[in-house]
């Protein structure tokens, strides 16, 4: 086996057609096929099921192709090794934070990072927490932020911060002159909220379930923008991060009576390798934090 013959077998398999993984490879299809023939026979097993248009991993391939993974991962980490040898004059971070706190909480900090380090690359990634954990454990991002409690074995992680979620209403909302709801208020409200995957979608799921309470679920959106728009025109409520409502007008944060505090860390692969540019970017998250935490007992 070599590089060339796993990386066209890994795209074979994620295109599940070897017209396509050509076009991908850019590289003409009968070499492609001649070189998926060579591997099987090096390997003497079969790596896919050509009995439909569809081609399918057989069960060697599908334990092949784990390893194949790692293996490009561990090859793609010696070469951004090389490169640093080079110092912070290049590289990427890639980054994977839920909505709110793209919106909310990195953005002074991309700033910032952006001007202590100019030529390096940012590349920030929205998701779910559960998409950010998978894009983390595949390789596809170097640091996600995801809730503590959902930390696998693969990962490491250190705190980022914890925040409370509260029922956010309109200023005409008879909530909004409440000092706290309960779940059962809350819940009895037409409801707009963010699609499963989202860690306070999760968390407000599984409150319902412990709670045996029917939530009224009227707008599901992934956009921050449209969840904001429909809780000032009145036609929802939602939960979200109080630090939304610090930012944005029009909006009025309720504390739940049984206070809600979501504990969120910055993770990366546990046998990954974490470059230059992510380490410098960790050290400036800790760097900022501290300056935060001054500010607050001056």
């Not at 090859?75 to 110092?87: N, P, Q, S, T, W």
């Not at 952006?114 to 595949?138: D, F, H, W």
């Not at 996600?144 to 980022?160: H, M, Q, Y």
């Not at 009227?218 to 000032?232: C, G, H, K, V």
Request: aromatic residues 10%.
């Amino acid at each position: 086996m070599d590089i060339r013959q796993l990386t066209y077998f890994i795209a074979i398999a994620e295109c599940g057609s070897f017209t396509r993984a050509a076009e991908k490879l850019h590289i003409a299809q009968p070499a492609l096929s001649i070189a998926m023939k060579k591997l099987e026979q090096q390997l003497d097993m079969p790596l896919f099921d050509r009995s439909d248009r569809h081609i399918a991993l057989t069960h060697e391939g599908e334990v092949l192709i784990q390893h194949a993974r790692l293996i490009l991962q561990q090859v793609e980490d010696a070469r951004i090794a090389m490169d640093e040898l080079k110092g912070l004059q290049k590289g990427e971070v890639r980054l994977g934070v839920p909505s709110m706190l793209g919106s909310y909480y990195f953005p002074d900090i991309l700033m910032g990072f952006k001007s202590r380090y100019p030529r390096l690359k940012l590349t920030l990634v929205e998701a779910g927490t559960q998409s950010i954990r998978s894009m983390l454990l595949n390789g596809e991002l170097d640091l996600g932020v995801i809730r503590s409690a959902d930390l696998p074995d693969s990962l490491e992680a250190e705190p980022l911060l914890t925040s409370e979620m509260v029922a956010v209403v309109s200023p005409n909302h008879e909530f909004s002159q409440y000092e706290s709801v309960t779940f059962e208020q809350f819940f009895s409200q037409e409801l707009v909220m963010f699609k499963q995957g989202y860690f306070h979608r999760d968390y407000i799921d599984n409150v319902w379930q412990k709670h045996h309470l029917k939530p009224e679920i009227a707008f599901e959106t992934n956009l921050l923008p449209m969840i904001l728009s429909i809780i000032r025109q009145e036609f929802a409520i939602s939960a979200l991060l109080e630090m939304v409502t610090r930012h944005e007008p029009g909006l009025v944060a309720v504390p739940f009576s049984t206070p809600v505090h979501l504990n969120l860390a910055i993770a990366w692969r546990k046998n990954g390798y974490l470059s230059l540019a992510d380490r410098a970017f960790m050290e400036f998250i800790k760097e900022h934090q501290r300056h935060r935490k001054e500010a607050v007992y001056r």
